[in-house]
Structure formats: structure tokens, C-alpha cells
């Protein structure tokens, strides 16, 4: 029999994060916006279009690729934080900010 081995939601979070920031030297912040059943994530990047609401990008779990859970993304610039997130999130106040890029 094989050991379930269990994934932290916040670590794979963090982890999806920092790859993320990495692959785009734009995005200066990224929140997570914790969850039990999924990844949710708000990029702020400063060269994106506009907009008036938060619409996040969903994929499904990729467990080969390390990631167990489902995955929401959302793209804002940085006067967009003041937009409200999706219905059934949490608030930006109980958000975390997992990556903050340092000024040069």
C-alpha cells in the first residue's frame, strides 16, 4: 500500500507564486487568497489592459506537474486592487501577499 502524502494548499500556492514571478519579470505582487479546495491567486502587473472587475483563469489540478489542487488566477494592474474579488472569495484584507517584487 502507498502513502497518500499530504499537499499543502499554502505551500503549493507559494510555490505556484514564485514560478510564476519568476517566468514574468512584470508582475510586482501576487496574493493568495486562501482556500480549502483551491488555488487562488491575484498577479499584479502594471503593463496589463484595464479593467473593471476580476475575472480569474481556472485549470484544473496537474499533479504530475506538482500542483493538486485547482487553480484560479486573476491579472490586475495595480489600481485594480481596489476592484472586489470574485464571489465566494476572500476579502483583500485576509489575503496574503506571497511575492512582492524589490524596486530597482
Known amino acids: 500500500m502507498i502513502d ?4 499543502s494548499i499554502e505551500d503549493e500556492a507559494k510555490s505556484l507564486a514564485a514560478s510564476n514571478a ?3 519579470p512584470e508582475i510586482t505582487e501576487i496574493w493568495w487568497f486562501p ?3 483551491e488555488i487562488r491567486l491575484i498577479e499584479v ?3 496589463l489592459p484595464g479593467s473593471d472587475e ?3 483563469y481556472c485549470f484544473p489540478p496537474d499533479p504530475i506537474g506538482g500542483v493538486h489542487y485547482r487553480i484560479a488566477i486573476a491579472l490586475v494592474k495595480p489600481e485594480e486592487k481596489a476592484l472586489p474579488v470574485p464571489e465566494g472569495w476572500v476579502g483583500w484584507d485576509e489575503a ?5 517584487r524589490e524596486a530597482a
Not at 497518500?4 to 499537499?7: E, I, N
Not at 496574503?96 to 512582492?100: A, D, H, S, Y
Request: hydrophobic share 30%; net charge negative; glycine share 0%.
Open 96 to 100: 496574503q501577499r506571497v511575492f512582492e
Open 22 to 24: 519568476e517566468a514574468s
Open 4 to 7: 497518500r502524502v499530504p499537499f
Open 45 to 47: 502587473d502594471s503593463t
Open 35 to 37: 482556500d480549502n479546495e
Open 54 to 56: 476580476i475575472s480569474p
